[in-house]
């Protein structure tokens, strides 16, 4: 795998102009596809204040935050607007038991390896790299997702650690401690981002 990546980038370094240009940076941010449910964040997350992980329910324990089956929300809508068009796609495919085809918006690509449990165990907010999801009627892609911005955060992790309660807090503000907070929790759990290739690369 490092030999075929290593190839890859000999020849894209010949095209490097194309290929810094042609990167997520300046293509990926900002994408808002619409999804087939007009399911707010905003309303559920925001003013509902729905915690993330009743959800997305791997985000602590798997690779995958994984997005929520139709029956999360029936546990609710059963009851709440049961007859509103807005959410007839949503009890269509609950009587029918056909999943509902949500448009995937954060995508790294396969040949990297990307897993969520162990930023949350590191205790990185959802919002460092999502951004303020609890605003978003519609889920938008905020960061760049590439290597060079993975790789920021993992060589200087310091200003992104947070205490455990705050994993999905937004707009959190920093303590004027913070790295002497950070530099304590990153001795305590033994914190060390990859910068390797194979780190990434598996
Ligand atoms: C009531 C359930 C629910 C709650 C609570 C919830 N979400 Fe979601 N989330 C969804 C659903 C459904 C989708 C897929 C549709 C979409 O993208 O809007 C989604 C999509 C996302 C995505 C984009 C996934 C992709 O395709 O890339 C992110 C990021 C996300 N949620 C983060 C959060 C965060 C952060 C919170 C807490 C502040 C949160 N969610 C709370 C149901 C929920
Ligand atoms: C914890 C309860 C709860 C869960 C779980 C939940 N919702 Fe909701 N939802 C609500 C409430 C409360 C409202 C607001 C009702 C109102 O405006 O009076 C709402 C409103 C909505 C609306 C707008 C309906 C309208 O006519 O304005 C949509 C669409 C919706 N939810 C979709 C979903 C989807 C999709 C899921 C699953 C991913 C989901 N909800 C999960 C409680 C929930
Ligand atoms: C360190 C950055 C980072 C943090 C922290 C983070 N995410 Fe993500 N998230 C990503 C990346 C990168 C992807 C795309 C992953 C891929 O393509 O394999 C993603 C994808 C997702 C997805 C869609 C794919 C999936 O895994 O189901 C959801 C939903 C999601 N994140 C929710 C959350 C929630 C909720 C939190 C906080 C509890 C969170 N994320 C914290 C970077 C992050
Ligand atoms: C905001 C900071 C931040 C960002 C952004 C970030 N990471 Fe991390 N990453 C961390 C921290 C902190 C750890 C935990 C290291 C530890 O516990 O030793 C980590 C660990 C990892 C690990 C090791 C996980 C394991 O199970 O060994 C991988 C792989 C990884 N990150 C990939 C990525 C990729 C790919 C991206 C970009 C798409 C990314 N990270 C973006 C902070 C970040
Ligand atoms: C912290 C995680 C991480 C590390 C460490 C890492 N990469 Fe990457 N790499 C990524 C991600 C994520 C992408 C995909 C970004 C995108 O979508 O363009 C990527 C993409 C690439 C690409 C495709 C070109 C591109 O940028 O789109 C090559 C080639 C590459 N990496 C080589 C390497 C080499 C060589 C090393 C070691 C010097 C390395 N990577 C270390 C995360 C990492």
């Not at 941010?29 to 964040?41: A, E, F, L, N, R």
């Not at 949500?102 to 897993?115: G, M, S």
Request: proline share 7%; aromatic share 8%.
């Amino acid at each position: 795998m490092i030999v075929l990546v290593l190839v890859v980038l000999g020849t894209l370094s010949v095209i490097g102009f194309f290929w810094h240009f042609g990167s997520p940076e300046y293509t990926d941010t900002g994408y808002q596809p619409v999804q087939p449910v007009d399911y707010s964040h905003k309303l559920h997350a925001g003013e509902l204040g729905m915690d993330c992980r009743y959800c997305h329910t791997g985000v602590e324990i798997s690779p995958v935050a994984a997005v929520p089956p139709v029956q999360t929300c029936m546990n609710c809508h059963t009851l709440i607007k049961l007859s509103s068009d807005k959410l007839k796609l949503v009890r269509d495919s609950w009587t029918n038991k056909t999943p509902l085809e949500w448009v995937r918006v954060h995508k790294i690509p396969d040949y990297a390896y990307f897993d969520h449990s162990a930023h949350i165990t590191a205790q990185v907010g959802c919002e460092s790299c999502h951004g303020n999801v609890r605003e978003m009627e519609v889920i938008r892609q905020v960061k760049p997702l590439s290597m060079g911005w993975c790789l920021d955060c993992h060589r200087a992790p310091e200003k992104y650690l947070r205490p455990a309660s705050e994993i999905t807090t937004m707009n959190y503000k920093a303590p004027s401690n913070q790295l002497e907070f950070a530099a304590k929790l990153i001795k305590e759990k033994n914190i060390k981002p990859p910068t390797t290739c194979s780190g990434c690369h598996r």
